[in-house]
């Protein structure tokens, strides 16, 4: 019966969280669009630092919250309504960048969709964890 109380404690392992920040680099980039409108909005490729892929599937933690980014800055600053942005990630700059290549060529090649990149000195994404300030000194 001893034995039988030990086994589940030495077989617990700490279980991963994706709620957490990672060590690695992920590079990210969007695409924007209101499915009724010819302008199409795609930011540049960005890094995002301490930021691992999911382990098992490869998927990247906080896909919505990247994507919420995105949708807020185009509704906020640039006051286009009801846009649908999608988010495409990688570990390699040079495979994210042929797929960056790719979605523009289509867009361009398209004579009823207009292209507009929106530059790095108006948005960039940012880890969603760093949204959140901890205020370590103490109320004053």
Not at 20 to 32: E, H, I, L, R, T
Not at 131 to 138: A, C, M, P
């Amino acid at each position: 019966m001893l034995t039988m109380l030990m086994v589940p404690s030495v077989s617990a392992k700490k279980k991963e969280t994706s709620y957490s920040k990672g060590n690695g680099v992920v590079y990210v980039f969007g695409v924007s669009q209101m499915l009724t409108d010819s302008m199409v909005y795609v930011t540049n490729i960005n890094q995002v630092d301490s930021l691992d892929l999911e382990r098992k599937t490869g998927f990247l933690p906080f896909r919505s919250e990247f994507s919420l980014q995105l949708k807020e800055y185009m509704e906020g600053q640039l006051h286009q309504q009801n846009q649908t942005a999608c988010i495409y990630y990688s570990k390699s700059r040079k495979q994210l960048a042929k797929k960056f290549y790719k979605i523009k060529k289509r867009f361009l090649d398209n004579s009823y969709t207009r292209l507009v990149v929106i530059d790095d000195a108006h948005f960039r994404f940012r880890h969603p964890l760093d949204s959140f300030v901890v205020n370590t000194e103490g109320d004053k």
